[in-house]
């Protein structure tokens, strides 16, 4: 391979990745890809949770875990008035701590 195609070739590859990069960029900026990088971060936290402690803090996760499958339960069962709430909550963030988070 000569000089110019490896050139040619650095070249392809990093549009492709600039490219790449713009894409998942894209797709994180939404709910989804909002709760994507929720789960990787708490995931990270319950690695090292794992790792330091068994005791009254898992008897937490544990707590947390069935309020949360509760909740879930209750946003499948009221869509509408769980989605009204969170845009409350989301205003009321906003103004409360100046963020400028768009809506």
Known sequence: MSTGQL?????????AYGENAEMARVRADNLGGG???????WEGV??????TNDGPLRELIQ?????????????KKNPKL????AA????????????????
């Open 63 to 75: 707590s947390i875990t069935v309020i949360t499958l509760g909740i879930g339960d209750w946003i």
């Open 35 to 41: 709760l994507k990088s929720l789960r990787s971060v």
């Open 46 to 51: 319950g690695i090292s949770v794992t790792d």
């Open 82 to 85: 769980a989605g009204t709430l």
């Open 7 to 15: 050139d040619a070739l650095i070249d392809n590859l990093s549009n």
């Open 88 to 103: 409350f909550c989301r205003h009321s963030v906003k103004r409360c701590c100046g963020s400028g988070a768009s809506s």
